[in-house]
């Protein structure tokens, strides 16, 4: 295959496939493999695999409490992985990154601790809003909250055209909402979301701004410190595995003052400043949030994971994805029945692009390229609301990252006619 | 062409014609019980009613999205169970179930299972079992309660 060159790929493509062991791989019948799925996961550096694995073999301890060497080595990688974290996201304050497993669990570690009493509760009356374009994971957390409280749940709808409707935001943030949560980009439209915009308005009102930053985390250069404090969200989201880290380990960012006010989450060990049993106080902040062991060696590999973004310049992936994403989008196109769903300039999207090819359903589109080795995800992409707003049950997505190379998007492009001329389609 | 051959196996042309040409597709007003399933990983659903009548299967009627599996399936199920004494049904039923969960490696007897030996190559496909099982769980499910509606 001879790959167009296209501008704005990232430098030595070719080299950087080579860190990733697993794009070698040769799938059953002998074909390679395209992986088109990193929306959904992404694959590992090389670099990340050894951080782990040489950890594992010649660190491992618990971290913060063990008096003895490894102890110590264990817990300088554990903290200097917050610090990379820090760097990667630009927060202001290394102790404002807390460990969590996933970004589900840092959504639900602010909606929870948003439910208990504190300077933050949410009362009766009080409203939460949202978006339709929302991950389950930012839908699901902030509903359980609004029942639990009484509450009342808002939220954005979409415009045709992939975006959010705010036309309705005077409406919808209003003296009575204290939190306003949202993704800065749709894992399912593609959508970038003016979330400054969006802070700006909600700061108005006193409302906390909670961000799902799992899609753009990957793609997008982060630099909370370099926003205006009235536009950086309050609390930020995002997953180790798509950002070519592991699974298992999630950041929650969130600024000092408003930490500091919300209750602990989990309770046990290491977050504790001291214990009796009448009652307890609590660590600072990170540690006030990162209750038992951590997942010590995910996070060692996340600090190795941001590490080599950071090598090769978030500025760089992103100008990549731009580019695979506008190939993409030219591509598709050019399939007869093809539907995209969300905008279809790159320039407003990110890398995820899910779309409908008519006739023929989504399960049946990814078996069929699947049996080509072209791997993409097929259904809701746990976004069901979305889903429906646009009439659509369920559909196919490709998601492209910093290794795919415009002979991939080719491939998919092929797979997608013979997957007409299968089902017989025109 | 090795991997043509192998969608072909998932992909009978039994299976595509049914999901073209759906049987005793859509929603009619006789039925003692209605229930409504979904895969939950990927959206499919299905709604589905059942009328029995002196123990046997009068009508089955359906409503279903999904995938050229899930489809073919119910218009399978359709003509193999309607017109059937419940507790034959049921047995045929059971008999697609162990053809799909055998991985591929249970014999289907035509006899049976009729145009449901084409789903076969399906239960090799472990992702897809789900997708030719949907109407047939709704079907066992909506068959039970109406039995139970029509024994009192």
């Not at chain 2, 089955?60 to 489809?71: K, N, P």
């Not at chain 2, 419940?86 to 591929?104: N, R, S, Y």
């Amino acid at each position: 295959m001879t790959a167009p060159s296209l501008p704005g790929l990232l430098p030595e493509l070719e080299v950087v496939r080579k860190d990733f062991p697993i794009l070698e791989r040769v799938l059953a019948g002998g074909v390679p493999l395209v992986y088109l799925d990193s929306a959904n996961t992404s694959q590992k550096p090389q670099v990340v695999i050894d951080a782990m694995v040489d950890h594992l073999e010649r660190h491992n301890a618990n971290i913060a409490r063990a008096m003895h060497q490894l102890g110590a080595e264990s817990t300088v990688a554990f903290e200097e992985s917050r610090d990379k974290v820090a760097a990667f996201i630009g927060a202001p304050d290394r102790d404002e990154v807390i460990f969590t497993k996933n970004a589900s669990e840092a959504l639900n570690l602010a909606a929870n601790t948003l439910v208990w009493a504190g300077e933050r509760q949410v009362r009766p009356g009080d409203e939460v809003v949202i978006t339709e374009m929302e991950h389950h994971s930012n839908i699901v957390p902030w509903q359980l909250l609004t029942q639990r409280t009484g509450a009342t749940l808002r939220w954005f709808g979409l415009t045709d055209d992939g975006h959010l409707d705010l036309s309705n935001i005077d409406d919808l943030i209003t003296e009575r909402t204290k939190v306003v949560s949202l993704t800065w980009v749709s894992n399912m439209l593609g959508t970038i979301n003016p979330i400054a915009e969006i802070a700006r308005r909600a700061h108005q009102v006193g409302a906390l701004v909670v961000v799902d930053a799992s899609q753009a985390a990957p793609q997008l250069p982060i630099d909370l410190a370099a926003m205006p404090a009235e536009e950086r969200p309050d609390l930020m989201a995002f997953t180790g595995h798509k950002v070519v880290g592991p699974t298992g380990i999630g950041v929650l960012w969130g600024s000092r003052a408003v930490l500091d006010q919300l209750p602990p989450f989990l309770g046990g060990g290491e977050m504790i400043e001291t214990v009796r049993m009448e009652g307890s106080t609590y660590a600072p902040i990170p540690h006030k949030f990162e209750a038992g062991t951590p997942p010590i060696v995910e996070a060692i590999g996340l600090g190795a994971a941001v590490d080599y973004l950071g090598h090769l310049g978030m500025d760089a992936v992103h100008a990549h994805e731009q580019a695979i994403t506008a190939y993409a989008l030219e591509g598709l196109a050019s399939v007869p029945g093809m539907t995209i769903l969300g905008p279809t300039d790159a320039a407003q999207r990110g890398g995820a692009i899910a779309f409908e090819l008519e006739g023929v359903h989504p399960h049946d589109i990814a078996q069929v390229l699947d049996s080509r080795g072209v791997a993409v995800r097929a259904g809701h992409h746990c976004a069901k609301p979305a889903h429906a707003r646009y009439g659509v049950q369920s559909s196919t997505r490709m998601s492209s990252y910093l290794y795919t190379t415009p002979a991939e998007i080719d491939a998919l492009v092929d797979g997608l006619e013979y997957t007409r001329s299968y089902f017989k389609l025109g | 062409m090795m991997t043509a051959q192998n969608l072909d196996v998932l992909y009978q042309e039994i299976i595509l014609d049914h999901y073209k040409n759906p049987h005793g597709k859509g929603l009619r007003d006789e039925f003692e019980a209605e229930v409504h399933h979904v895969n939950p990983t990927c959206g499919d659903e299905v709604t589905l009613r059942v009328h029995l009548d002196g123990g046997i299967v009068e009508d089955v009627s359906y409503d279903a999205h999904g995938c050229s599996i899930s489809q073919a399936s119910a218009s399978v199920l359709y003509d193999l169970v309607v017109g059937k004494p419940v507790d034959e049904a049921l047995a045929v039923h059971e008999e697609f179930l162990t053809l799909m969960q055998g991985k591929g490696e249970v014999e289907p007897d035509e006899d049976v299972l009729e145009d449901g030996i084409a789903f076969a190559g399906v239960a090799k496909f472990p992702a897809r079992v789900k997708c030719a099982l949907l109407s047939w769980m709704a079907w066992k499910d909506a068959t039970l309660q109406s039995k139970g509606s029509t024994d009192d």
